[in-house]
């Protein structure tokens, strides 16, 4: 009886993954953190839009997502808002969030006038 020889062949990983075509981990970590923060943007994105009159609702999270899209929106009623807001509010990080964005929105208004 012949005796087969077998052969071993010893294949690199790296050449063995660009031969199937997949990615390096690097890629596929960069590409999941981007992934990740562009879906985050755009899930705050939808929450701002949801939540811009929820300033007076009793979740904490809508009212800060009021609070954050009225400070991209400065106006001379933004200010009146946001006055009623600070004192209506009784959780006090809300209320400093409200004192910081309505500094932010009296300061806009001075540079850039109503």
């Known amino acids: 009886m012949a005796r087969r020889e077998m052969r071993v062949v010893v294949v690199r990983r790296s050449a ?3 031969a199937a ?19 985050g943007t755009a899930l705050w994105s939808r929450l701002l839009d949801i939540n ?5 609702s009793h979740h904490p999270v809508r009212r800060f997502a009021a609070i954050s899209y009225l400070g991209a929106r400065p106006s001379v009623d933004t200010v009146r808002l946001l006055k009623d807001y600070i004192a209506w509010e009784s959780h006090p990080l809300l209320r400093r969030r409200a004192r910081r964005v309505l500094r932010a929105v009296e300061a806009a208004l001075e540079r850039h006038g109503p």
């Open 21 to 39: 075509g997949a990615l390096p981990p690097a890629v596929l970590a960069t590409l999941g953190f981007v992934g990740g923060v562009a879906a």
């Open 52 to 56: 811009r009159r929820g300033l007076f």
């Open 16 to 18: 063995a993954r660009r």
